[in-house]
């Protein structure tokens, strides 16, 4: 943005033109700055994708050379086929595509049947309930860690649950997630009740009403807040590795100062954990910024 | 209620469960509830009892009265994990912010043209694994053969030892939280100031306002609520920081990025002191709580 000069007004209005209106000197100067400091924003943005793609198809000595490679090399497959083999890394695929689909599509469900009392039913407690979930968004995670680990472990567990290195230890805890409840409620209060009691008339059951009626109108907002769900889970990092859960991000974070994979390889597997949301992020870029926009008004 | 049983006979049914008015919401919150109690609701006052106890000698938890928060008080690891963690957090929160506020500007700007791919790109980092970045971060900046030193090289800098100086450990951390997370906080800010309806600024215009004082007088007042919101969620943020000090810099030489998360994790997972874990979590919520409160008496304040 260009701060406009003060011109004084002896100048010919026509000298004043050229230098300060849309075209002028100072605005063009003011667009060439604006272009150049997004350009190398986006640059820094993008170059360390574009530098872990390229580091993935090179061995270590390649990643680590001065003047580095930025040209793509021919050892992607060896990185694959190493990290296959010599550390299991197809399990932490299966595992974190398990995780996340099961994850996401049950947290979906839980929360848009929750939303949906909250939104269009009286009932005892509605408040209370609501409250107490809104009150978990103020309580910060950490303080849930070790008594969720200790459920997982069979030693001092009243629920005698053995579940460490399960998927279920690492689905089961988040799914009912406040957030999402709260956004669902949010957005089903805007069906207008009487659709609700055209469909009551017509003798349809309660939950037929909501699988028919409520869900395909709230499409969107559900769109927005699966991919949301959808990518914390898969990027998500700290529970899996309390939980000993072999996933994409506990498995780049164990191939760390591995001596069986190098550096290639470790950036095959993290271009592994990216391209997935990448190609989604490309597809279903408004679902993703809506989905971001809805974690802001989450307050 | 009212059905005409003509139109109940030649539906067909798909065995959905039949649930009168009154039983389903209780149906329908039910599984959220349960998960609640069980992985919410229990973890939190488990925790809260467990931060009150110590292990004794035959390895039984018994009540110690604030004999754990007392440890905390004087436990110069954890005072050492805050202030790492509040230097991050008052070194960065402002510099993401305030870029995210300028690419923001720049982007609503009319003149501006491929809008959609710049705000696309600035994103992306937002949607990335924290640990597949935290290891690309590493690579990037390694001390020897490193991407970013041979960079600095060419300009005649450096080489900087990253992994070694505390100092630069420090400034590595905060270079990669703001890489992650200064195009969230634009996108968040573009669309409140795509709200901001054109015309004020007309007549901003018209009565000789320059751009800057626009800026300040009119756009800063205007985004208060998502300014102050992005801070406070920034804040809590930086302070459950964990990814980015256990995998990129492994809480850095002699500690010096060492984050109370981290610490958490080493007091928990590491050592097994379950006990003092929770009352490190139980103090941490206490310092988030104090700050967004102040953040928000501060963010009122100034209207």
Do not use: C
Request: proline residues 6%; hydrophobic residues 50%.
């Amino acid at each position: 943005m260009i701060n406009q000069p003060k011109v004084s007004s002896a100048l010919p209005a026509s000298s004043i033109k050229t230098v300060v209106g849309e075209n002028g000197l100072w605005a063009r100067t003011g667009r060439v700055l604006m272009y150049l400091f997004l350009g190398i924003g986006a640059f820094v943005s993008l170059f360390p994708f574009y530098f872990m793609f390229i580091a993935a198809t090179h061995t270590s000595s390649e990643v680590l050379r001065t003047p580095p490679n930025l040209l793509p090399g021919s050892y992607l497959f060896d990185n694959l086929t190493k990290l296959i083999k010599d550390v299991g890394f197809d399990q932490a695929i299966y595992n974190s595509i398990l995780i996340a689909v099961i994850f996401t599509v049950a947290s979906m469900t839980v929360s848009s049947l929750a939303g949906f009392a909250f939104a269009k039913y009286k009932f005892k407690g509605s408040n209370f309930v609501f409250g107490a979930f809104l009150l978990t968004l103020m309580i910060p995670a950490p303080v849930t860690y070790v008594p969720l680990f200790k459920l997982m472990t069979p030693d001092g567990n009243p629920f005698g649950l053995n579940w460490l290195g399960t998927l279920q230890a690492v689905i089961l805890p988040g799914l009912a997630s406040p957030f999402g409840i709260f956004l669902m409620r949010q957005s089903m209060r805007a069906l207008p009740d009487e659709l609700l009691d055209a469909g009551r008339i017509d003798g349809t059951g309660e939950f037929e009403m909501f699988w028919k009626i409520v869900l395909p109108v709230m499409r969107p907002t559900l769109a927005a807040l699966a991919i949301f769900t959808f990518m914390t889970q898969w990027n998500s990092f700290f529970w899996p590795l309390v939980a000993q859960v072999k996933t994409i991000p506990t498995a780049i974070s164990a191939l760390r100062g591995s001596s069986i994979i190098d550096y290639g390889g470790i950036m095959t597997g993290t271009s592994l954990s990216v391209l997935p949301i990448l190609i989604i992020f490309l597809l279903m870029q408004r679902e993703f910024i809506s989905g971001a926009l809805a974690g802001s008004v989450k307050g | 209620m009212a059905r005409s049983p003509a139109v109940a006979a030649t539906r067909p049914r798909f065995g959905f469960p039949r649930l009168s008015r009154k039983v389903a919401p209780y149906v329908f919150i039910a599984p959220a509830v349960i998960l609640f109690l069980l992985f919410m609701v229990y973890p939190i006052i488990y925790s809260f009892i467990l931060s009150f106890q110590t292990q004794n000698d035959d390895g039984d938890l018994v009540f110690n009265g604030l004999a754990n928060y007392q440890r905390l008080l004087g436990d110069s690891k954890f005072f050492q994990a805050l202030g790492n963690t509040v230097l991050i957090l008052v070194v960065q929160v402002p510099i993401q912010l305030s870029l995210a506020m300028l690419l923001a500007v720049l982007l609503n700007s009319k003149y501006l043209r491929w809008r959609g791919f710049f705000r696309a790109v600035y994103f992306l980092p937002a949607i990335t694994a924290l640990a597949a970045v935290s290891i690309v971060f590493l690579i990037l900046f390694q001390d020897n053969n490193g991407f970013v030193n041979y960079v600095l090289s060419l300009l005649g800098l450096g080489p900087i030892s990253w992994s070694r100086d505390p100092f630069w450990n420090q400034v590595l951390i905060i270079l990669a939280i703001t890489w992650r997370w200064t195009g969230y906080n634009m996108v968040i800010y573009l669309s409140g100031l795509q709200g901001i309806p054109g015309d004020i600024y007309e007549s901003a215009s018209v009565d000789g306002a320059s751009r800057l004082t626009q800026f300040f007088r009119l756009t800063l007042p205007l985004m208060r609520p998502i300014i102050l919101f992005t801070t406070i969620f920034s804040t809590i943020g930086t302070l459950q920081l964990f990814d980015e000090s256990y995998l990129l810099t492994r809480g850095g030489p002699s500690d010096a990025t060492l984050t109370v998360g981290a610490y958490l994790y080493r007091v928990a997972f590491q050592r097994a002191d379950f006990p003092y874990a929770s009352t490190i979590a139980y103090g941490l919520l206490v310092i988030i709580l104090v700050l967004s409160i102040i953040q928000l008496r501060v963010g009122d304040r100034e209207v």
